[in-house]
């Protein structure tokens, strides 16, 4: 596994200068937030603000998410209209 800089930048309308010191904090903390749920592994992260740009920079970030169990509640397949070639009666209720 590599690891590598990601960089992450987002152009938009001017922004209040005040505001700046918040947003790019807020932005920060945010992707690193995401980061961990999503258990990848970095260094190190910095963030930059201007009027028109956040960017934030994530050291030695692993360039591939360890593998993971996902289990997600849906429909059962036997009562779904893949399962039977035809709508279900929960579908049929929905019309």
């Given at each position: 596994?590599?690891?590598?800089?990601?960089?992450?930048?987002?152009?938009?309308?001017?922004l209040?200068?005040?505001?700046?010191?918040?947003?790019?904090t807020?932005?920060?903390?945010?992707?690193?937030?995401?980061?961990?749920?999503?258990?990848?592994?970095?260094?190190?992260?910095?963030?930059?603000?201007?009027?028109?740009?956040?960017?934030?920079?994530?050291?030695?970030?692993?360039?591939?998410?360890?593998?993971?169990?996902?289990?997600?509640?849906?429909?059962?397949?036997?009562?779904?209209?893949?399962a039977?070639?035809?709508?279900?009666?929960?579908?049929?209720?929905?019309?």
């Amino acid at each position: 596994m590599r690891h590598e800089t990601l960089l992450l930048e987002i152009g938009t309308e001017e922004l209040p200068p005040k505001s700046l010191l918040a947003l790019k904090t807020a932005f920060a903390e945010n992707l690193k937030k995401a980061l961990d749920a999503r258990q990848f592994n970095y260094s190190d992260v910095a963030a930059f603000a201007t009027p028109r740009r956040l960017a934030v920079i994530v050291s030695a970030c692993e360039d591939v998410q360890p593998e993971q169990l996902i289990q997600r509640k849906g429909w059962m397949i036997v009562n779904s209209t893949i399962a039977t070639l035809r709508p279900s009666q929960h579908l049929v209720d929905l019309r």
